[in-house]
């Protein structure tokens, strides 16, 4: 079986679950397990992981107490296990993201990218818009993608050892502890690069009201680098079980790859 477990220190976890049961139970492939995470021996037992949205400053300071900082950043990083992170989620796989007023936290990382929090402004400016989500398929009918203090994709950042360091030097930003002291293995893994998977435009876009008509390419939304994907909005916040769907076919050919190169 393939157990994915839901990090459950705080936020929309519940709802990450119930979406995820839904999707499984429309394509049984695989025989799943679905378990909520709040220590490190059932992070364990996780083949993936999902981060929910919430409150990425809390998220983390629960994890840091729970002492779950650093077997989190060995399933990212190290481990390349298939991981998702939504809103909340996303922040904390970012290498890099803007300090808050009350300074950074502590980020997990595993995407090359640099995050810009709270990107469509405070919880009023909170909006829902349909998306269009190619991975989906070429003809799916859009996603009613729900944006709540949303961070976006504002840089992705370039695939080379220095990058924490670069990073490091601007004095607004806050960012995840560096890969190169990580085992060799994970350098290797992280090869890939960081794919686009989606950007707000047309009608969604113009539900946001911090954002700029004027500007041609749309804010980056979805993003993936090999088994590690991000969204800054919540599918977990509606009914439509399309992209939980979507990402568990991915988790499962991860999985079986994975068991391939074990044999
Ligand atoms: N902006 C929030 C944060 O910093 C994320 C909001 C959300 O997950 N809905 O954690």
């Excluded at 919880?123 to 729900?146: E, K």
């Excluded at 749309?218 to 919540?234: E, K, L, P």
């Amino acid at each position: 079986s393939i157990t994915v477990g839901v990090l459950a220190l705080q936020g929309a976890f519940f709802e990450h679950l119930q979406l995820l049961k839904k999707a499984a139970e429309q394509a049984p492939s695989s025989d799943w397990r679905f378990i909520e995470v709040r220590t490190p021996q059932e992070l364990a037992t996780c083949d993936a992981l999902v981060l929910p949205g919430g409150e990425s400053t809390t998220m983390s300071l629960v994890a840091e107490r729970s002492n779950l900082l650093e077997p989190l950043r060995e399933f990212v990083k190290v481990d390349r296990k298939p991981t998702w992170g939504t809103c909340a989620g996303l922040i904390l796989l970012a290498e890099s993201a803007n300090k808050t007023k009350k300074g950074g936290q502590e980020l997990i990382g595993g995407l090359d990218v640099r995050v810009n929090r709270n990107h469509f402004g405070r919880q009023t400016d909170s909006f829902q818009g349909p998306l269009t989500l190619p991975f989906l398929g070429q003809d799916a009918p859009s996603f009613p993608a729900v944006f709540i203090r949303a961070p976006v994709v504002e840089r992705i950042l370039p695939h080379h050892a220095g990058i924490q360091t670069e990073e490091a030097r601007h004095d607004d930003v806050v960012v995840a502890p560096s890969k190169q002291a990580r085992d060799s293995v994970a350098e290797a893994a992280t090869a890939e690069h960081v794919e686009v998977l989606a950007t707000l435009e047309g009608p969604a876009a113009q539900n946001a009201s911090h954002s700029d008509p004027d500007k041609e390419v749309g804010d980056i939304v979805a993003v993936r680098q090999g088994n590690v994907f991000g969204t800054s909005f919540h599918p977990e916040l509606t009914g439509d079980s399309r992209i939980h769907a979507w990402w568990l076919s991915q988790v499962q050919a991860a999985v079986l790859k994975r068991n391939k190169l074990k044999q």
